[in-house]
């Protein structure tokens, strides 16, 4: 069973209820042991939007990526740009040889950077309350490359 950190934007009413939707369908997945959501994981020590905060948020985050197993990433953005938080998660995912799974509902151009280092891809957020994280089977993008 998985251990899976959620890498998504989480800023926008949109982004949030799509967020939303994959963790209940991770949750219904019984090949997902746990998973750690940063936007479930905002409460700190530190007042929030100061340095100390900002510290304490990106220590956890980073501890987070290193525990999983698989990084599951929601690709949707604002207009092909690529939420800059998101983006540096997967750079560290991909440099930690971590299989990275992604879910896209727009249909928008995907950075070739981040089409290259994914693992499965899909645009259903259902597929994952059924995807079988023990065997990990592969999907590659489709779509726009950028």
Partial sequence: MAQIYVAS??????????????EAAL?????VKDFYSPRLHQDAANEQF????????FHRDMDQI?????????????????????????GVATMSH???LALQEK?????????ESLHWYTKAVDDFK??????????E??????
């Fill in 9 to 22: 934007p989480f800023f926008s009413p949109e982004q949030v209820d799509r967020v939303k939707r994959l």
């Fill in 27 to 31: 949750e219904a997945n019984p090949t």
């Fill in 50 to 57: 100061t340095k100390p905060w900002a510290t304490e948020i």
């Fill in 66 to 90: 290193a525990a999983a197993d698989v990084i599951v990433t929601v690709i949707d953005f604002e207009a092909k740009n690529l939420d800059s938080g998101t983006a540096y998660e997967l």
């Fill in 98 to 100: 971590k299989p990275i």
């Fill in 107 to 115: 249909d928008e151009a995907v950075n070739l950077m981040i089409t």
């Fill in 130 to 139: 059924t995807y079988d994280f023990n065997t990990l089977p592969k999907g």
């Fill in 141 to 146: 993008f489709v779509g726009e490359i950028l």
